[in-house]
């Protein structure tokens, strides 16, 4: 039974709220769970069940919930100055701060950021970024930006358009001009069938490289500005790609004089082990999308780091570059993050990630390999997926119609763990301060939606 409280809410809620990717009419009917409070990995909703969020809210709230030191340095910078802007040569205390400690923690040739209010904004911010660098460079019709498929880099137009989901495609009118889709390196998705069951992973990856040289060279590499992936691909299906894959994509862009933008919104601050994904495959981008993690989910905040070769041109031959938001570097979000960083520095968090808690996850996920309905469990760092599969042998999918990754999801849920389905795909990615024994929590509750799923399935 539904307590009035809920019932009331949730009337409420059908009522008048219009929630970001959801089915309204179906919510019509179910109604939606109702999050209250939360602390360390835990949420609870409105009807007392504690439950495990195993994606870190939406792949952001990386040092947990109910963390007072965030809390205390938005209450004083709000007290101190709540709101200033950023524009027409104005500036207060944490923007720079932010700025400085962004730029120590990037890769040594990331010296300047760009202040946006999310992710999606961050992304836009990168379009216009990558254009106009090379339009200063007076190469104007170098313009295309080549983003992947299933990519997610934002709801904002510009975002949907650098993303790669045909269905947000599909909705809303014609996407951004000059941006093209290629393959991503989704080796047990395609790979695997793409030359026979036997193509390795590794040449695989390289095939993928191959994909993008190909593009380049039908489009014309003068054409091209950019190519735009996440280091590990989130909301895609948490993609990590074969070992080869990044070698070879840095070596194609670097033959054909092409900027490589990270988009780090997910696996930026210590998602895969190191300050940003970037770093952890040895990438040298010129631009990196930032946001989530930033803050830890506590305020909205996001970034373009902005790397020298592009931020010597834009100041040096740009003059004025006539974009912002008025949220840009928000001095209450900016306060929230600079402590965000402290903390995880105080805390060694990335580097446990790494040493500790990423390894302890690859190998207790690693079991969930073994169950009869996962083709394939695969983790990096606090990122983690599991294929569901009807036949294990074969790796063939369940029938579209069973939607056995929502059914898996929505009986996580109904046992206290968050898991996110793409598709038959199930991902997490909870916390950076998950311990050992929550670990293991999740990965027992995972097995049992397993479990759950395969006998519904079965
Ligand atoms: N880029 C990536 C890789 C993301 O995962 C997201 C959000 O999930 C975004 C960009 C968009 O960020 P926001 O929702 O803050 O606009």
């Known amino acids: 039974m539904i307590s009035p409280s809920t019932r009331e809410l949730q009337a409420l809620d059908r009522a008048h709220h219009l929630h970001p990717f959801t089915d309204f009419k179906a919510l019509g009917e179910e109604g939606s769970r109702i999050v209250t409070h939360a602390e360390g990995v835990y949420i609870h909703d409105s009807e007392g069940n504690r439950i495990l969020d195993g994606m870190a809210g939406l792949w952001c709230v990386n040092l947990g919930y109910g963390r007072d030191e965030l809390v205390d340095a938005a209450t004083a910078q709000l007290r101190e100055l709540p709101y200033y802007n950023n ?12 700025a400085e ?20 904004e961050a992304n836009d911010t990168v379009l216009r970024m990558v254009r106009r660098y090379w339009a200063l460079k007076g190469k104007p019709e170098k313009h295309i930006v ?9 709801s904002t137009v510009a975002g949907m358009s650098l993303g790669g989901m045909a269905p947000m ?4 009118g014609p996407c951004v001009p000059g941006i093209e889709h290629i393959r991503q390196p989704y080796w047990f998705g395609e790979g695997r069938f793409s030359q026979g069951r036997d193509q390795s992973p590794a040449a695989f990856g390289r095939a993928c490289a191959q994909v993008l040289e190909q593009r380049i060279q039908a489009l014309g590499e003068d054409n091209v500005a ?17 070992q080869s894959y990044w070698p ?4 194609v862009l670097a033959k054909y004089d092409i900027l490589l933008v990270a988009d780090e919104v997910i696996c930026g601050f210590g998602r895969l082990g190191e300050w940003f994904g970037s770093q952890y495959y040895g990438l040298e981008p010129d631009l990196m999308s930032i946001a989530k993690g930033l803050s830890s989910g506590y305020l909205p905040i996001g970034g373009v780091l902005v790397g020298d070769r592009v931020a010597e041109t834009l100041i040096d031959e740009g003059g004025e570059f006539f974009h912002g938001f008025t949220y840009s570097g928000h001095p209450a979000c900016a306060a929230v993050a600079l402590r965000n960083l402290e903390l995880m520095e105080a805390e060694n968090v990335v580097a446990r990630v790494r040493d500790e808690l990423g390894p302890y996850l ?3 996920w690693a079991e969930l390999g073994e169950h009869s309905i996962v083709g394939e469990a695969r983790s990096l760092g606090l990122i983690g997926a599991l294929e569901l599969v009807a036949d294990k042998a074969s790796g063939e999918r369940f029938a579209r119609t069973l939607a056995a990754g929502n059914l898996c999801r929505d009986l996580c849920f109904q046992n206290g763990l968050v898991m996110r389905s793409v598709g038959d795909t199930m991902i997490i990615s909870p916390p950076l301060v998950i311990r050992h024994e929550q670990i293991d929590e999740l990965v027992a509750l995972a097995r049992r939606a397993l479990d759950e799923t395969a006998r519904r399935l079965n």
Do not use: M
């Open 87 to 98: 524009f027409f040569k104005t500036t207060h205390p944490p923007a720079v701060r932010l």
């Open 101 to 120: 400690q962004l730029c120590r923690l990037a890769p040594a040739h990331i010296n300047r950021v760009f202040f946006t209010g999310s992710g999606s």
């Open 146 to 154: 080549i983003a992947r498929e299933n990519a997610y880099h934002g």
């Open 169 to 172: 495609h599909g909705q809303g």
């Open 226 to 242: 950019a190519f735009i992936a996440e280091p590990v691909q989130g909301a895609g299906g948490a993609i990590i790609p074969p």
């Open 248 to 251: 070879a994509v840095k070596a």
């Open 362 to 364: 690859a190998r207790r």
